[in-house]
T-cell receptor, first 115, second 114 residues
Framework: DTEVTQTPKHLVMGMTNKKSLKCEQH?????MYWYKQKAKKPPELMFV???????INESVPSRFSPECPNSSLLNLHLHALQPEDSALYLC??????????????FGSGTRLTVV | DAKTTQPTSMDCAEGRAANLPCNHS???????VYWYRQIHSQGPQYIIH???NNETNEMASLIITEDRKSSTLILPHATLRDTAVYYC???????????????FGTGTQLKVEL
């Protein structure tokens, strides 16, 4: 299995809702990442997990709450979002150590619309 | 990580080679050059990376100048499916054990036409 699977593919949520994005990989990668991509812009890093621990938080607002319950799963919990948070949310994974040099594997993303 | 400069857009005829340039004049000795591409509404896809030597894989070739200040990604026989945004990224490879940032620039929109 050489894929990163993200669910759902599309999500519409109200500003008072709580929802979660899910990411799964079975490549044995011990680093996982969340990126946010607005329309016609490059992806921007949000969070990095290594060995299931949060290692990088790019000053993301607390309404985004990441969780890494095990080495194969990464969640992004969403609460009280704003319409400007509407974007494509991308998950990625990579090996750690020398294997990391060989690049990241990205999922196809979750298209989020906040209404 | 060193900054990169890429043309905003390029066109290529199907079947011809697509040569995508990238300038990274401030690159340091430990930094690798990576190329990713993103087809519309999909996640970025790793293409190739290199340090000093030219590299080739089943997708593309990477030519790095001797002074390492620039590089060119070559798609030898472009097809319509190669239409995408291509990102050149320069990144230091650090064995931190904590994961590393992969920072995307604005990239080059390649349009392959009949």
């Amino acid at each position: 299995d050489t894929e990163v699977t993200q669910t759902p593919k599309h999500l519409v949520m109200g500003m008072t809702n709580k929802k979660s994005l899910k990411c799964e990989q079975h490549m044995g990668h011990r680093a996982m990442y969340w990126y946010k991509q607005k329309a016609k812009k490059p992806p921007e890093l949000m969070f990095v997990y290594s060995y299931e621990k949060l290692s990088i938080n790019e000053s993301v607002p607390s309404r985004f709450s990441p969780e890494c319950p095990n080495s194969s799963l990464l969640n992004l919990h969403l609460h009280a979002l704003q319409p400007e948070d509407s974007a494509l949310y991308l998950c990625a994974s990579s090996p750690l150590g020398k294997g990391e040099i060989y690049g990241y594997t990205f999922g196809s993303g979750t298209r989020l619309t906040v209404v | 990580d060193a900054k990169t400069t890429q043309p905003t857009s390029m066109d290529c005829a199907e079947g011809r080679a697509a040569n995508l340039p990238c300038n990274h004049s401030t690159i340091s000795g430990n930094e690798y050059v990576y190329w990713y591409r993103q087809i519309h509404s999909q996640g970025p896809q790793y293409i190739i990376h290199g340090l000093k030597n030219n590299e080739t894989n089943e997708m593309a070739s990477l030519i790095i100048t001797e002074d390492r200040k620039s590089s060119t990604l070559i798609l030898p026989h472009a097809t319509l499916r190669d239409t995408a945004v291509y990102y050149c990224i320069v990144r230091d490879y650090i064995l931190t054990g904590g994961g590393n940032k992969l920072t995307f620039g604005t990239g080059t929109q390649l349009k392959v036409e009949l």
